[in-house]
């Protein structure tokens, strides 16, 4: 088989990285190699994302350069995939005619098909909504300690603000037994983590026979042998289920750490938003969660500056933070999506200059909340598991790695502990991470 080698850039969210990491193994079969020098490939992948305009531009202005590339070397392939993919289709080979494949993110597993075709010359855009049957594990996953497995993909929420449903298409479950054999696969390769994968991962299961749902998998997960732990990300308020918390209390191998999307803290924006609770619903989940599982954290999303929010709706935002005690939240302006139901409201847009005070606000309590839930830790021993040993420019030679309630512990070491569990005594609150000390 003549060997070529391929490049992938992947944007977005730890989904793509996953595709990422199955068209490389898809692809290894056909005859290609990874490389990691763009220069060099004879085929050029951009896995995009299109939660925000900024991700969606950062797409096109990096095929822009290899569009260029292409000029000089004519053989080379590019494939524009990933959510723009889904949602652009064919205009993307107006705006991009250097282009050869455009691969919507249901389509994934047809890549060494269509490989084979763009490699005789054709120009094809595959963005059907019928999910291309995944076969066998076909993934070449990068050594590490940290394996990340999708059990479930696509949205059936339509909150307003968000085009996830228009790209990754309607909930579906994988097969449980190409997902108990991946997790299998990469223990044996020896990942020491797994983090289980889904837009929604509650509404794993539901179309697949009773009783096979996240409570489920997660006990089958747990019951293989070896050290090891499990994650999950991310939760609706509103699914979680009891069984599910059931399970990170009883199962060593499920970890305290919860993902849940609060998006406001105010009431008549969550319904603006299409989200299924109010502030008093998801304070009661939060409370329910911390009273049941001891040292849980539970970390969020919050969207700054959505259609029509007022400085008063705002100010609930921050309240929520504080008030829920939030170990950390990831956070954003919002940013209009075509299609999406929120875009069509422009009379209500947020102004930029107030949207970017807004999120400077919403980072200032985040970082608060972050440092006061790190502190809480101090002076006690915590299980770490080490994901990276480095030797800094002053000499000092540090172990990293994170607690089962998903904390950033540095530990100076003079050997390199990756993928080794270690007991550590903190000694130190930072805002985004821990120090410590092997105990
Ligand atoms: N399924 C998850 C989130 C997926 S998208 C959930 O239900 O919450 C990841 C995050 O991107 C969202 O939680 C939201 O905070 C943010 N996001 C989505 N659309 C956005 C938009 N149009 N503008 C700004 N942030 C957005
Ligand atoms: Fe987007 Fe809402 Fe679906 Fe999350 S639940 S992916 S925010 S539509
Ligand atoms: Fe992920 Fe971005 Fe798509 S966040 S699901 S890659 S729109």
Redesign the pocket.
């Known amino acids: 088989m003549e060997n070529k080698k391929v490049y992938i850039e992947t944007l977005g ?1 730890q989904m793509n990285k996953s595709d990422a990491e199955r068209m490389y193994g898809m692809l290894e079969h056909i005859g290609y190699t990874q490389t990691e020098n763009p220069k060099e490939a004879d085929m050029l992948i951009i896995n995009t994302c299109s ?2 305009q900024l991700s969606e531009d950062k797409a096109y202005s990096q095929i822009g350069v290899w569009g260029k590339q292409k000029k000089s070397n004519p053989n080379l392939k590019i494939v524009f995939a990933g959510c723009v993919a889904q949602q652009g289709g064919k205009s993307i080979l107006k705006r991009a005619p250097y282009v050869d494949l455009v691969l919507g993110t249901q389509r994934l597993y047809e890549l060494p098909n269509l490989v084979k075709r763009i490699e005789q010359g054709e120009k094809i855009v595959s963005i059907d909504e019928k999910p291309y049957e995944e076969s066998d594990i076909q993934i070449n996953r990068v050594k590490g300690v940290n394996a990340w497995i999708p059990i479930m993909e696509g ?1 059936n ?1 339509f ?1 307003t ?4 449903p228009y790209t990754r298409g309607r909930e579906r479950s994988r097969k449980p037994e190409l997902i108990l054999a991946e997790v299998k696969k990469a223990l044996s390769e020896g990942f020491k983590e797994i983090t289980l994968l889904g ?2 991962v509650d509404s794993f299961g539901k179309d697949l026979p009773d009783g096979q749902n996240l409570a489920w998998l997660l006990r089958k997960i747990n019951a293989i042998e070896g050290k090891f732990r499990v994650r999950f990300v ?1 939760n ?1 308020p509103t699914d979680i289920t009891d069984e599910v918390i059931d399970t990170v209390i009883e199962l060593d191998k499920v970890c305290e750490y919860f993902h849940i ?1 609060m ?1 406001s803290g105010d009431d008549y924006v969550l319904k603006k938003m299409n989200r299924r609770y109010d502030y008093a619903t998801y304070k009661k989940i939060c409370d329910h969660i911390r009273s049941r599982v001891k040292d849980v954290t539970i970390t969020s ?3 700054a500056g959505f259609p029509g929010e007022t400085e008063e709706q705002f100010e609930n935002t921050l309240k929520a933070m504080t008030e829920l005690e939030l170990d950390y939240s ?1 956070t ?6 075509e299609k ?1 139901v929120a875009a069509k409201w422009v009379d209500l847009y947020i102004p930029e200059e107030v949207k970017t005070e807004r999120l400077a606000r919403l980072n200032e309590h985040n970082r608060a909340c972050c440092l006061a839930s790190n502190k809480k830790y101090l002076g006690r021993e915590m299980e770490v598991l080490v994901e990276n040993f480095e030797v800094r420019k002053n000499g000092d030679k540090v172990i990293t790695g994170r607690t089962r309630n998903n904390k950033i512990v540095h530990i100076p070491c003079d050997r390199d502990l990756t993928g080794e569990f270690v007991n550590v005594k903190i000694t130190n609150a930072k805002t985004w991470y821990l120090n410590g000390e092997l105990a």
């Open positions: 969210c939660i925000r949205c929420n909150c603000y968000c085009i996830v837009q929604n991310t609706y999307p998006q999303d919050f969207i990831n954003a302006a919002y940013s209009p999506r999406t």
